[in-house]
C-alpha cells in the first residue's frame, strides 16, 4: 500500500488550501487515517484523523475551528480542509494510515504502519 498526499502549496495568511490522501492497492475502508504535520525544527504533531470505523473525526484542539477532515463515500480518499490559515501551521504534512489501529493509538504517529510522502504548506504573513 503506498499513500499520496498532495494539494499543499504556498498561500497568505488568512488563506484555504485542501490537501488530499489517496491510497494505492487498497481503500481506505476500515482504515484508521490521519493527518500530521512537522514543522521546521519541531516534532511530529497530531493533526486530524478518522478512526477504523469511519465515523466521528477527531481534530487536534489547536486548529479544530479551522481544520476539517472528511473522506469521500468510497472510502478512496481522504481530505484535509484548512481555512484561516496562520504563519503557524507552515509544516510538511504528512498522512498515514493503518488497518488495525486501535481507537487509544489514534494520536501517535509511531503507531500507524503506513505513510505518504508529505506534502509542504507554507504560510506568508
Known amino acids: 500500500v503506498q499513500l499520496q498526499a498532495s494539494g499543499g502549496g504556498l498561500v497568505q495568511a488568512g488563506g484555504s488550501l485542501r490537501l488530499s490522501c489517496a491510497a494505492s492497492?487498497?481503500?481506505?475502508?476500515?482504515?484508521?487515517v490521519g493527518w500530521f504535520r512537522q514543522a521546521p525544527g519541531k516534532g511530529r504533531e497530531f493533526v486530524a484523523a478518522?478512526?477504523?470505523?469511519?465515523?466521528?473525526?477527531y481534530v487536534t484542539d489547536s486548529v479544530k475551528d479551522r481544520f476539517t477532515i472528511s473522506r469521500d463515500n468510497a472510502w478512496t480518499t481522504v481530505y484535509l480542509q484548512m481555512n484561516n490559515l496562520k504563519p503557524e501551521d507552515t509544516a510538511v504534512y504528512y498522512c498515514?494510515?493503518?488497518?488495525?489501529?486501535?481507537?487509544?493509538?489514534?494520536?501517535?504517529?509511531?503507531?500507524?504502519?503506513?505513510w505518504g510522502q508529505g506534502t509542504q504548506v507554507t504560510v506568508s504573513s
Open positions: 498515514a494510515a493503518d488497518w488495525a489501529l486501535i481507537l487509544s493509538s489514534l494520536r501517535n504517529g509511531d503507531a500507524y504502519d503506513y
Open positions: 492497492g487498497r481503500t481506505f475502508r476500515n482504515a484508521a
Open positions: 478518522f478512526s477504523r470505523s469511519g465515523g466521528r473525526p
